[in-house]
């Protein structure tokens, strides 16, 4: 069974191959479920693939595959290590594999070709309540700020002694201080960084904002202010000066595929490690998005105004961040607790 699905604009158009029903099917779910977003498209359309190659191997009928087959996919699909990552799929991952199918099926009931759908919420992995990005303390949060300034400010001195040899390294610490800025203070997305265009920046009531446009092709318009909004200015002042900014120019020229995300990903680890962050390693551009909200929230921000900043679908999304954060500073408290308590033991018993 061959499917081709091809994206001729953002707003998602798919010409499928293939001449069968559950061919045409498929087509019909990407279009009217997927989205706009082409990333939503590629999600749905590997979870689908997935799922129809296990009934494939299999040798079951999609069209009358039960609520025991979906059971056994899912099992299948925690033990198989990602051929990208290495690793087995995450608990949210598995969860948003099953959802989408369950979208699938879902449509042919819609579409009256199945009566029921075999994907019941039983069916479904639990994803984990609370986040499990590694992200960033307000105090590292800080040290990765000061790094990226730093780079800036070393850069330019090499400009100043030679100009020629400087321009490209200035250039170079601009863009980055304005990547991880972005992240850091806007918490987008790595889908919607890397989609930002000199248009989407604009003042409205006097405030300086970016309309962001996120899962689903919706659009929300988000203050800027601060670190981000000095570094976009630093950014568009050095590639353009006094020249008109075209508004459909990428605001990042990283592109949008999966070379630019690795790319994002290996920057923000190569800073933090400068910085002194020991989980370096461990952090993505999620990480950023995740250290956003936590701060927020830390910060008495209310959960609704931050589930809005970050154009989450469900305030239980939100929620996530909060009960993580909480979790670590209360493990970090009993840890503390039971520390001192054998430190107070040990000094008794050798007085």
């Known amino acids: 069974m061959t499917r081709e699905v091809v994206v001729a604009t953002a707003d998602v158009v798919a010409l499928v191959a293939g001449r069968d029903q559950l061919d045409d099917l498929v087509a019909g779910w990407l279009i009217a479920h997927a989205g706009g977003s082409r990333y939503t498209l590629r999600s749905y359309r590997t979870s689908i693939d997935l799922w129809l190659a296990f009934c494939e191997e299999r040798g079951i009928d999609p069209l009358r595959a039960g609520k025991t087959d979906v059971d056994v996919w899912h099992r299948v699909l925690a033990q198989v290590p990602s051929a990208r990552t290495g690793r087995t799929p995450a608990p949210a991952t598995l969860a948003s594999r099953v959802s989408a199918v369950s979208s699938f099926y879902g449509y042919l009931v819609e579409e009256e070709v199945l009566a029921a759908v075999p994907v019941r919420r039983s069916t479904r992995p639990t994803a984990p309540r609370e986040s499990q990005t590694v992200g960033l303390s307000a105090v590292e949060a800080a040290a990765l700020h000061a790094r990226v300034d730093e780079q800036v400010e070393q850069a330019e001195l090499v400009a100043a002694v030679d100009p020629a040899a400087g321009a490209d390294a200035v250039r170079a610490a601009v863009l980055e201080r304005t990547t991880l800025l972005v992240l850091l203070m806007q918490g987008l997305r790595i889908g919607e960084l890397l989609s930002l265009t000199v248009g989407s920046l604009r003042y409205n009531a006097d405030e300086p904002t970016m309309l962001v446009r996120g899962k689903g092709s919706k659009v929300r318009e988000i203050a800027v202010a601060g670190p981000g909004q000095d570094a976009i200015d630093a950014l568009l002042t050095a590639r353009y000066g006094d020249a008109p900014r075209p508004a459909e120019a990428r605001l990042l020229p990283f592109g949008t595929d999966d070379r630019a995300r690795l790319y994002v990903t290996r920057m923000i680890q190569r800073v933090a490690r400068a910085a002194g962050i020991r989980s370096h390693a461990q952090l993505s551009p999620h ?34 961040y909060d009960r993580a954060r909480g979790a670590i500073e209360r493990s970090a408290a009993a840890v503390r607790a039971l520390t001192n308590l054998l430190s107070e033991q040990v000094t008794a018993g050798r007085t």
């Open 287 to 320: 990480s950023m998005r995740h250290t956003c909200a936590t701060l927020m929230l830390q910060r008495g921000v209310h959960p609704n105004v931050v589930r809005d900043f970050l154009g989450h679908a469900s305030a239980d999304t939100t929620a996530r």
